[in-house]
Nanobody, 115 residues
């Protein structure tokens, strides 16, 4: 059982930045992929960014050039650096880990971007 704890959400003005952290209870070397998802009110949860154990990254088009996913293996932590935030980035952001056939989710952290 992998436990994920997100932090770093908050309220920021449009154009500002936030860095989200996802701390895993186990070595992230054992995790095939870690992703950041978000869900806005009334919308489906969407994958924002992901990083594999090999370091490959992927982003949804709406955040390319603004968000960066990275990881610190020594801290078992994956980060999502969010720059040039827009009101439409407002959502609850969830960390997700895929290990084999098992999926794990964090509790979510709220990001609110004011215009």
């Amino acid at each position: 059982q992998v436990q994920l704890v997100e932090s770093g959400g908050g309220l920021v003005q449009a154009g500002g930045s936030l860095r989200l952290s996802c701390a895993a209870s186990e070595s992230i070397f054992s995790i095939n992929r870690v992703g950041w998802y978000r869900q806005a009110p009334g919308k489906l949860r969407e994958l924002v960014a992901s990083i594999t154990s090999g370091g490959s990254t992927n982003y949804v088009d709406s955040v390319k050039g603004r968000f960066t996913i990275s990881r610190d293996n020594t801290k078992n932590t994956v980060y999502l650096q969010m720059n040039s935030l827009k009101p439409e980035d407002t959502a609850v952001y969830y960390c997700h880990a895929l290990r084999g056939i098992f999926n794990y989710w964090g509790q979510g952290t709220q990001v609110t971007v004011s215009s």
